[in-house]
């Protein structure tokens, strides 16, 4: 029996050409859409997401008050409707990140990661033995809950679980060539705006450093076979450039938070118009 017989049919969706679905789109230069969750609080987040295209939902626990068990519950109900759930974990800590994968993330995503060092702390976090120390079970919504046979179930796990480490200041940009060697980490991304923040010039998307930074990170991934996600930039022009310079085709269509406030306001606006 080969890996891809082993995996329940329901899931054999995650597989693409032998690794995560996202991960092989991305090495296609296929366009992923991505929508970040950060008020949402029912899984009709996941419905939302499926009707509109999305390939992947993000969720941030890094800037919500969002309840671990809430999260897992939308990870799951993602997994079911075929769309890849990534969550940004507040914090870096191996209880956190086993929690969320046992309850149903594919994907974790982590701050401000600035050396090699950090990111093979991590990516063990994410992956079973004999890659990683994550505590080992059985029964994971990743695989609906059916039992999958040995060895075939760490090997499964590991090909679809994504480790995405972010670049979030110079120091990362500077390791980045260290960063994308490290085994386990499959993706990586930027934080641009506590980048900017950092260099003092907030929402500077243009400031030389972090430009320079960024062309390092897509130079180093290419060099490693993996894809340099740019995150943080509302300016679709900027993002354009950045994908045609090389960054990863993956498209942050827009955060529910931040997408209901700007249409309620739109939709204040026309209110009061028609009203005057």
Not at 25 to 35: D, G, I, K
């Amino acid at each position: 029996m080969t890996d891809e017989e082993a995996i329940p049919q329901e899931r054999s969706w995650l597989l693409r050409n032998g690794r995560n679905v996202i991960i092989d789109m991305l090495a296609n230069r296929e366009p992923v859409l991505a929508l970040g969750v950060r008020a949402a609080r029912t899984v009709d987040i996941v419905k939302i997401a499926k009707a509109t295209g999305h390939h992947l939902i993000w969720i941030d626990l890094e800037h919500s008050t969002m309840s671990i068990d809430l999260c897992a519950q939308i990870c799951s109900a993602a997994l079911d409707a075929q769309i890849v759930p990534f969550v940004r974990v507040p914090e870096r800590e191996y209880g956190v990140i086993g929690r969320l994968l046992d309850g149903g993330a594919v994907g974790i995503m982590v701050a401000r990661i600035e050396t090699a060092e950090q990111a093979t702390d991590l990516a063990r976090a994410c992956k079973f033995q004999p890659l990683g120390l994550r505590s080992q079970i059985v029964g994971l919504p990743l695989f609906n809950m059916r039992r999958v046979p040995s060895p075939h179930h760490n090997r499964l796990a590991n090909r679809i679980t994504v480790f995405m480490p972010l670049l979030e200041s110079e120091m990362g940009c500077k390791n980045v060539e260290e960063i994308a060697a490290v085994d386990g980490v499959d993706l990586i991304g930027s934080g641009s705006n506590d980048f900017t923040s950092e260099l003092g010039e907030l929402g500077n998307y243009t400031h030389p450093t972090l430009v320079a930074g960024y062309t390092a990170a897509i130079k180093a991934c290419k060099k490693y076979g993996k894809s340099f996600s740019i995150g943080g930039i509302g300016d679709l022009a900027q993002n354009k450039q950045w994908i045609e310079a090389g960054g990863a085709t993956l498209l942050y269509s827009a955060i529910d938070s931040e997408f209901f406030r700007d249409a309620l306001q739109a939709q204040v606006k026309n209110v009061l118009s028609s009203w005057h």
